[in-house]
């Protein structure tokens, strides 16, 4: 494997991580998106799935084999031991698809955007860090808008999660996102052209 550069992209759950990236993704950086390598390992049959059901109930998988998120993401947000063994099964699936990916393409630079960067170990891989937070209320609407969930769902997800001051401790840069998208995006450029 050639040595690739690789910035980590995390934070939590409404900052904007998403929009960081689709600015990092437009300047033409190889990405690997954990989210998208999640879902993959999820697919119909796959052994990641028969794993996550044996731990959190064969009923998470619906009818046409696909995963019932909903129920599953309810199960695993309850408690945050509940998280922590989701987090142990799926994790290292996560990394073989980050391994695979820095195998194949071969990338000299790579922007690794995880939610779950510290948990899953993935932040040792990583040159940089970057980690996109907002104040709590901010999020709490965000989340509420973007997935169409109640406030108590929303706080189930924020509970589950680092804190901000883990984030702010173990970052090389942090984003901070309680204003509006062309900040957020003039925050990102910055990084992105004292990195790249």
Do not use: W
């Not at 759950?13 to 033409?28: H, I, M, N, P, Q």
């Not at 109930?57 to 046409?64: L, Q, R, V």
């Not at 960067?117 to 999020?139: K, M, N, P, T």
């Amino acid at each position: 494997m050639n040595r690739c550069r690789i910035i980590g992209l995390t934070g939590q759950s409404g900052a904007g991580k998403s929009t960081v990236l689709s600015c990092f993704e437009s300047r033409g950086v190889c990405v690997f998106n954990s989210d998208l390598a999640v879902k993959r390992i999820y697919e119909s049959g796959s052994v990641c799935l028969k794993a996550v059901a044996a731990e959190f109930g064969e009923d998470i998988i619906n009818p046409d084999k696909s995963l019932n998120r909903a129920l599953l993401a309810q199960r695993a947000f309850a408690s945050r031991e509940n998280t922590e063994r989701l987090n142990s099964i799926v994790h290292p699936f996560v990394t073989t698809e980050l391994l695979k990916l820095l195998k194949e393409q071969k990338p000299s630079v790579l922007i690794c955007d995880a939610p779950q960067l510290f948990e899953s170990g993935i932040y040792v891989l990583c040159d940089y860090i970057i980690s996109v937070v907002a104040d709590e209320s901010i999020r709490l609407e965000r989340i509420c808008a973007r997935d169409g969930i109640s406030r108590e769902q929303a706080m189930l997800r924020i509970n589950a999660q680092l804190s901000e001051s883990f984030f702010r401790e173990n970052s090389d840069f942090v984003i901070e996102n309680n204003s509006d998208e062309k900040s957020l995006l003039d925050r990102a450029k910055g990084i992105f052209d004292k990195l790249i």
